[in-house]
């Protein structure tokens, strides 16, 4: 199963809205609304942001959100904080697998 | 309170095995598709394996890279998850989470154990 495409970097001000992709195939993000989004900061366990495409765990800001369409997904930053900058990391369910993006690092300027 | 912690990772010389475990608390154990994600120092996350609740039939599935060389198991009894890795490789150091899957993907992780694979 091959990874999914995101870009490696993204950046933005404080206050600013920030979008990463991740780019699937019909066999992963296209073909299940099981996609998540997991924020990691240096030397800690990811964290989950986003599940299901679009849905907010418990303590997990309004600013994050996520969405779908066709074999991308998106997770989008609003009103970026310093505490934001981190490493994005999406995933997708596959049918015998699971399927994680390369990673993108969130630079807040 | 979801609790996963993980343990046994160490230091192994390449062609050696070693088994990690994985304590689970907080959620219903028994119904849980369990996985195992590992990232290698300074790398992206990568998937290694899941298994399926007893209900849904119990079996596992393996990222193709590893070539049958490890093992996911749990024991429902004990609310643990196992991962045995047998004929190690250098490329296996890494860091190894257990998560629990929901909607179709990690959702609460541990805090990961450290596994370097070197002569």
């Known amino acids: 199963q091959s990874a999914l495409t995101q870009p490696p970097s993204a950046s933005g001000s404080p206050g600013q809205s920030v979008t990463i992709s991740c780019t699937g195939t019909?066999?992963?993000?296209?073909?299940?609304?099981?996609v998540s989004w997991y924020q990691q900061h240096p030397g800690q366990a990811p964290k989950l942001m986003i599940y299901?495409?679009?849905k907010r765990p418990s303590g997990v800001p309004d600013r994050f959100s996520g969405s779908k369409s066709g074999n991308t997904a998106s997770l989008t930053v609003s009103g970026l904080q310093a505490e934001d900058e981190a490493d994005y990391y999406c995933?997708?369910?596959?049918?015998?697998?699971?399927?994680f993006g390369g990673g993108t690092k969130l630079t807040v300027l | 309170e979801v609790q996963l912690v993980e343990s046994g990772g160490g230091l192994v010389e390449p062609g050696g095995s070693l088994r990690l475990s994985c304590a689970a608390s907080?959620?219903?154990?028994?119904?849980?598709?369990m996985i195992w994600v590992r990232q290698a120092p300074g790398q992206g996350l990568e998937w290694v394996g899941r298994?399926?609740?007893?209900?849904?039939?119990?079996?596992?599935d393996y990222a193709t890279p590893l070539n049958g060389r490890f093992t996911i198991s749990r024991d429902d009894s004990r609310n643990t998850l196992d991962l045995q890795m047998d004929s190690l490789k250098n490329e296996d150091t890494a860091v190894y989470y257990c998560?629990?899957?929901?909607?179709?993907?990690?959702?609460?992780w541990g805090q990961g154990t450290l596994v370097t694979v070197s002569s």
């Open positions: 998560t629990w899957q929901k909607g179709g993907n990690p959702y609460s």
């Open positions: 907080g959620f219903t154990f028994t119904t849980a598709w």
């Open positions: 298994i399926k609740s007893k209900a849904d039939g119990g079996t596992a």
């Open positions: 019909s066999s992963d993000v296209g073909g299940y609304n099981y």
């Open positions: 299901e495409v679009n």
């Open positions: 995933s997708s369910f596959a049918s015998r697998s699971l399927v």
